[in-house]
Structure formats: C-alpha cells, structure tokens
C-alpha cells in the first residue's frame, strides 16, 4: 500500500525511494530499470537462438536503427557554439526589438556556422559559402539572424531556389557533383555572376570560421514604437580579421584534417581566445529605396557608400555539451524575428519565411522549439496543441482564443506589424532594375592582384569541365560583361576565343 501515495512527498517516501534505488552508476534500459548483462544476450540454453523477451538486446538495436535524422537539405555540416551580444547603445530611435535598448544589455546567443551543398559528414573545406546563423534569446524572444559569410546570394527570387540546389547538388544519376549541370542552371541566371565571383574568390574557402564576416544579405525592417519604418542590412564584422585558403592550401589542409574548421574554433575556446564580431548596420529610408540603380531589395546587390553603424559586439565562449542535442537539433528560422525586427519585401527572404520553419517539422517535428537549444528564454503562451513528442506543459483548459477566463492569454496592439502602402495587381514579373553585371565587376576590381589570379584559376578549373559551349560562352560572357579583363582572362584560361565572348557580352 505504499504506493497509495505519490512517493518522495513524505519522509517515509524518500526513505522507501532510497532503499531501492540502484548504485548511482548503474546501467539502465531507458524506462530506467537497472540492466543484469550488457555483454550476453538472452538465448535458449548454450547453442539456442536468441530469445526476444531480451528488452536490453531489443530496445538497443531499435534505438540505435532510429539514431539517424534526416540531414538539412542545405547547410548539413555544421559547428554550433552559445555566446552572448551585448548592445553597444540604446538604438530605440530605430528598433523596439529590447536587445537594442540600452548600452551594456546582454542577450545569450547560440551560432551555428556551416557549408552549403556538401553533405553532414563532408570536408570543410570545399568550396561553398559559409551560413552564419545567430539565435539570440532576446526577452521579448527568439530572433534568428540566418545568414552567410558573404554579402550577397546566387538569386533573387526563392521560387528558384530548388532547381539551385538540384543543381549543385550531385548528379541523380552519377551522385557525383558536376560544374555541368550547375552551370547549365547559371547561364540562365547572369544575377548569379555577383555570388559567383565572392564564391570562387578565396572567400569561397575561409581559413578559419573566425576569420569571416557575417552578412544578413536581405534587406530587414527596423520598426520603432512609433511605427516607423527603415530598410536595414546587417554585417557582423570578425575582429580576427579575413583570413581565407588559396585553393593549393585548402588542398594540403585537407589531406592532413578535413575536420579543420570545427578543430580551429573548438581550439580557440578550449583555449580561452574567444572569437568575437562586431553587428553593423546600414540603415535606409523608405523614400531611398528608389534612389539606387539596382533594386536595394535584391538580395544579389550590396549598398556601396552606405555608412555602417555599430549595434553590438557578439562574443562566442562555450561549446556545446552535445554535439547532437544542440547543433544537430538547432532550429533556425528567418521568420523567428522579435517585435521591431520583420522581414522587408525581398521576394527571396519571403520564401525563406516559410521553407526553414516548414523543413524542420519534417526534420525535427512539429514541437521542435520545445527542445531545450531552440526553447525562448521567456515564457511561451501559445495555444498551439498537442503534436508528436510534445513536452510543452499546459494547466489550463483554455486552448483557444479569445476567452473570458480569467488569466486567459490576449494578444497586444502594441506588437502588431507595421502597415506597407501598396497599390497595383498581382504579376509574375521580374524585377524592374536587374543591373545583374556591375557589381560583380566592381568586386572583381577590388581585388589584389593575387586575388584576381586565385579567382580566376578557381573558376577556369570548373568552368574548364563545361562541355557544352553554349553554356560555358554564355558564363563567359556573363563574367566579360561584369569586367572585360575578367571576362577575358577567364576565357583565355578555357580556351575560348575572346572575340565570341566579346559579340556575346555586347548583346547581353
Ligand atoms: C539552411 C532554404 C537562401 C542561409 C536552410 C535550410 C533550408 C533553406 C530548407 C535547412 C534548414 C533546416 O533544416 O533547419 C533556403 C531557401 C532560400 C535560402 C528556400 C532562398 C529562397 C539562403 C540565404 C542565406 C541562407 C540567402 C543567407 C543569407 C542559410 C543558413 C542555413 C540554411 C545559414 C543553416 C542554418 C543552420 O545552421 O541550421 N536554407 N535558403 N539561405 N540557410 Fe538557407
């Protein structure tokens, strides 16, 4: 009759508790029943088969045949670490969002540095930009900064984005990746020209993920109390400075220790030399939106001559307990933002709103910010209800709303969105100022001498593979358009002749 009532709420309860409970050190199956032999399985007698009332032998073999998670789609080979930001003023004037309020305040923060096509096991050091996504875990919620180690993306319209990813991806058929099938795909594509130059610079393979900028890419809205709204980009800049390989480097790092970018940043730690980014922020108006030739909402462009202004200082000091826990089950979203932060109307972030958080139900489920390296650090008083592996705690039988009970949850006017005038139809068009090609050459001119001759053996190496001529003339042409001596090294280093890149690039 001991169990009559809940054990460990009286004296006698603990004292019956402690009385059975195995050593401290006891293997257990995972109800928590101590294990006799973890060495033999159970067989019927000395030469008999094995007998399947053996939950040890059962549960083990199941657990670990369900151990594996689907990979992200993108972005699968990744190393997370927690540090925290602290604000560098009070930028109320710009922003509500509360981790901008006020000189010294510090938000915890979770990052998780990645490359881009190659799968969860792959070298790091592959040629791929580098994601740079930040959670911080404001107190008025999570905002995810999902971005890259460059400032600029391949396409500006997210409908695009599968095909870019089949075909960077390795072949269906040889499972091999293939600089024929992803070209194809970028010679219908000149606003890649941009990315592709970062891409294929030394940028593509950073010596060290604390040797690399951060850039949101898209243009954000900064929403103050007033309602007032400004267009932003953001820019964590590394205060190790930018270090990259050359491609001879990344070749030699990677036939001694292809792990090198998680060794690096797992040894800076262990080694108390903490990395550490400044958040920069270029700030425009509404009214300047149509004072660029480029559209500032295209995701390929930067805003040259924008002066920048310091947010904050993020330092990154512990690594995770759990590689898998944390990393692996860390979900980042572009939708997450906090109040003052939302999305502008980049037609490539507004697809990016929905696909993160949409392949993570898939990934890790529909109660994925339940787990603890996703979970606010606020409370969470949604009604969302039930769902697979649900451990979010609820005490009320109100689940909906509006209710007139009391302590019922209500929503708050002062968080709702900023209001965007519009007039017009609906289309599919694309955008009005493409200027696909400027940019890139831009770039390319800033380069060291060095640097162009790196970018152009790396690109002439795949472009090189292309056996298709239209394809590779029309990429060419793409690259001569941007800066004719780049155009016209590149072709040179293929065996193409200049003049048909010349006529090519003319007509473009
Ligand atoms: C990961 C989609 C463009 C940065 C992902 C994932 C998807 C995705 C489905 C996997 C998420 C997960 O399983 O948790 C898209 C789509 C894009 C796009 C549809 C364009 C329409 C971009 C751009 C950036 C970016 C422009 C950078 C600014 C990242 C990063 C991750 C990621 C950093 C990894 C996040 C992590 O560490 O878990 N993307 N992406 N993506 N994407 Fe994108």
């Known amino acids: ?157 997210a409908i695009k984005f599968p095909d870019m990813v089949h075909s960077l991806k390795p072949s269906p058929v040889t499972n091999r990746q293939d600089p024929n099938r992803y070209f194809d795909f970028f010679s219908h594509v ?70 090198n970018l998680t060794h690096d940043l797992y040894d800076a730690i262990a080694a108390k030399n903490y990395p550490a980014w400044d958040l920069y922020v270029q700030v425009l108006k509404p009214e300047q939106l149509s004072g660029f030739a480029f559209d500032p909402q295209d995701a390929t462009k930067v805003w040259p001559n924008v002066p920048e202004t310091k947010l904050g200082t993020m330092t990154l000091d512990r690594v995770p307990a759990n590689f898998f826990q944390e990393t692996e089950q860390a979900a980042f979203a572009p939708v997450r933002m906090v109040p003052g932060i939302e999305a502008s109307e980049d037609r490539l972030l507004q697809g990016r709103l929905f696909s993160y958080a949409d392949t993570q139900t898939y990934r890790l489920g529909v109660n994925n910010q339940q787990l603890p390296i996703n979970r606010p650090r606020v409370p969470v008083r949604a009604y969302h209800q039930d769902g697979a592996m649900n451990a979010g705690a609820t005490d009320s039988d109100v689940n909906y709303q509006p209710s007139e009970t009391a302590g019922a949850y209500a929503d708050d006017a002062r968080y709702k969105a900023s209001q965007l005038p519009l007039s017009g139809t609906t289309q599919q068009q694309r955008i009005a100022r493409t200027m696909n090609f400027e940019q ?52 040179k280093a293929v065996g193409a002749r200049p003049e048909q890149i010349e006529r090519l690039a003319r007509a473009l």
Not at 33 to 60: C, I, R
């Open 440 to 491: 890139a050459g831009e770039l390319y001119r800033s380069l060291s001498p060095q640097q162009k001759s790196n970018l152009i053996a790396n690109l002439a190496g795949d472009l090189g593979q292309v056996k298709d001529s239209r394809v590779r003339d029309t990429m060419l042409s793409y690259f001569y358009k941007a800066d004719a001596d780049y155009g016209a090294r590149i072709a």
């Open 1 to 157: 009759h001991r169990y009559a009532r809940p054990l460990g709420a009286s004296l006698l309860g603990l004292a019956l508790l402690a009385a059975h409970a195995h050593a401290q050190n006891t293997l257990t199956r995972a109800n928590g029943a101590p294990v006799g032999d973890n060495q033999n399985s159970q067989t019927a007698g000395p030469a008999g088969p094995a007998l399947l009332q053996d939950a040890q032998l059962v549960e083990k073999l199941q657990h670990f045949g369900r151990e594996r998670i689907p990979e992200r789609v993108v972005h699968a080979r990744g190393t997370g670490v927690h540090g925290q930001f602290v604000s560098a003023g009070d930028f109320s004037e710009l922003t509500a969002a509360s981790l901008f309020g006020a000189a010294g305040k510090t938000t915890p923060v979770f990052v998780r540095f990645s490359t881009v096509i190659h799968p969860s096991g792959s070298p790091e050091t592959l040629r791929d930009p580098r994601g740079f996504a930040t959670k911080f875990y404001t107190d008025q919620g999570n905002w995810d900064l999902v971005g890259n180690n460059l400032p600029v993306f391949f396409i500006r319209d």
């Open 190 to 259: 000149p606003e890649a020209t941009h990315m592709l130059t970062w891409v294929y610079s030394d940028n593509g393979t950073p010596a060290s993920y604390r040797t690399m900028d951060g850039f949101g890419v898209h243009a954000f809205k900064f929403v103050n109390a007033k309602g007032e709204v400004h267009y932003v980009k953001f820019h964590w800049k590394s205060r190790q400075g930018i270090r990259n390989l050359s491609a001879k480097e990344a070749e030699a790092v990677q036939g001694k220790d292809f792990n």
